[in-house]
């Protein structure tokens, strides 16, 4: 390590220009995958936030909780068994602010209020502690469409009015910011756009585990995580996109093998005076084993420095996602696999004749 800091200090501005094109790179895989992950949270951070464990939902349903339907006698005979359940109706519609024309996308999570699988408000109050009649919990991100506690949204196909009553934090669905209603609001909602309309729950929400004996009856559990792999789109563009991460963090690490073998090359004779006065090939790797070590070490702290740096100053409606652990992850991959690639100048160390690089076989 020490020989290999010398080196680094002695040829400066080459390794200069290898640093900063380590950290450009560094930065580059570090910030799309912020972006992946923002993506798949666009698609699905409502169900994966939410404080439940399951999900009944109808067999034939494949699992997509939209298209599911379970029947009001199922929450009670749960209830009576003792498990904790929570019905859940989501539904995509538009709402108008009160006083303006345009429509906004919104999906609707019809909860019961107060239930578990509530989430917190980090402005305004719950849904139960509402005194509006049709009370509404809205993702912060309409705060950048202008709409503020106490205003009152339309909407569009019924007409009927909610009033917001708190705002919460990261709750989307399906690239849909959302807005949490009470179930009988969703029920006036469901009835005024179908007078024939009969109550029931596309899910039922369970935390902890469940007894229920689903057999013969049509339905079935499943997990959260199964929900959210079966979210339309999310499955294709969460995989895509980590593909390509990752496909970008090896040609990187590549890119750095080959200028470290470029170096090593330059770097013949040197090599070849130091076996020639009896330094074998294992420190010979290990001193460049170390500086790719040094050099991809530093690049990673930088680029996590400079990539949670621009995080704070992108616009929040951009999908940028990265946690401390994903991001630790990811440069620690860079780092191993960029320490792998040097693996072909130590190859070519080991094959160096000292005789021949320091031209002493020469007639």
């Known amino acids: 390590m020490k020989y290999a800091w010398k080196e680094i200090l002695y040829g400066k501005k080459k390794y200069i220009l290898i640093e900063l094109l ?209 979210i339309p789109s999310y499955s294709a563009e969460h995989l895509t996109i980590t593909m390509i991460v990752w496909v970008l963090v090896i040609i990187s690490a590549v890119i750095i093998g080959i200028f470290n073998y470029i170096l090593t090359l330059q770097k013949q004779k040197q090599f070849g005076v130091m076996k020639a006065v009896g330094m074998r090939n294992g420190e010979l790797a290990g001193i460049v084993i170390s500086e790719v070590l040094i050099i991809s070490v530093f690049a990673a702290a930088v680029s996590l420095v400079l990539t949670f740096a621009m995080a704070a100053a992108i616009p929040e409606k951009m999908p940028f996602y990265l946690e401390a652990s994903d991001a630790v992850a990811v440069t620690a991959a860079f780092v191993a696999i960029s320490v792998l690639s040097s693996m072909l100048s130590v190859v070519n160390i080991s094959r160096i004749d000292p005789v021949k690089a320091i031209g002493g076989g020469e007639e």
């Open 22 to 230: 380590m950290i450009l790179l560094m930065f580059m895989v570090l910030f799309l995958s912020g972006l992946a992950s923002g993506l798949g949270r666009a698609v699905s951070s409502a169900i994966d936030t939410m404080n439940a464990d399951y999900f009944i939902v109808d067999d034939s349903a494949e699992q997509l909780i939209t298209v599911s339907s379970v029947g009001t006698q199922v929450l009670d005979e749960l209830r009576s068994a003792g498990a904790n359940a929570a019905p859940l109706d989501i539904q995509r519609m538009y709402i108008i602010k009160d006083g303006d024309d345009e429509k906004l996308n919104m999906t609707y999570f019809a909860i019961e209020a107060g239930s578990f699988i509530e989430p917190e408000t980090i402005e305004g109050t719950g849904l139960a502690a509402s005194s509006a009649d049709d009370p509404i919990l809205l993702d912060d991100d309409y705060k950048l469409e202008g709409i503020s506690l106490g205003d009152t949204l339309r909407d569009s196909s019924t007409d009927i009015e909610f009033t917001v009553a708190g705002f919460v934090d990261d709750r989307m669905y399906g690239h849909t910011s959302v807005g949490y209603i009470t179930t009988d609001g969703y029920t006036r909602l469901r009835k005024a756009l179908n007078p024939m309309y009969v109550q029931s729950y596309h899910a039922i929400a369970v935390r902890g585990s469940s007894d229920y004996d689903f057999a013969g009856n049509g339905l079935e559990l499943v997990s959260k995580h199964e929900i959210i792999e079966n």
